[in-house]
């Protein structure tokens, strides 16, 4: 079940449809912390460290911990997130088919250092890896 690369942005607070005024955690479409923790590759009691310290309040019935406030979920995901290890973090970067043939052709070529190709090309795709 665990995910290659942990990207930031999967991670998602959602409004309760069952409880008024409360938030829970969405990990591609998971929000129970065992489903999470596998995901994430941490461990279940420091995903419920963060959600206690941020006040979520476990829901038996429901198998989920909910938040009262939308800027404390975020907090915890910050947090967690800052914990999960570089090796594991993947974010998503959208390419032009120019940059694409850039980096194949940079691959191919290694070590020979004969590209030609627009600067720009090369500056937008640094442009995009810098952000």
């Given at each position: 079940m665990a995910a290659?690369?942990?990207?930031e942005t999967n991670f998602i607070?959602?409004?309760?449809g069952k409880e008024a005024n409360r938030y829970y955690v969405d990990y591609l479409g998971y929000y129970k912390v065992v489903d999470i923790s596998k995901l994430v590759h941490l461990e279940v009691s420091f995903i419920k460290e963060k959600y206690a310290k941020y006040g979520a309040e476990y829901f038996k019935e429901l198998d989920v911990y909910y938040f009262t406030d939308l800027d404390k979920a975020k907090a915890a995901i910050d947090e967690i997130v800052r914990n999960i290890k570089s090796e594991k973090k993947g974010r998503v970067i959208l390419l032009t088919e120019a940059e694409i043939e850039y980096i194949r052709q940079a691959l191919i070529n290694e070590g020979v250092n004969n590209l030609r190709v627009n600067s720009k090309v090369k500056d937008n795709i640094f442009k995009k890896l810098n952000l």
């Open positions: 290659d690369y942990i990207n607070v959602r409004k309760s």
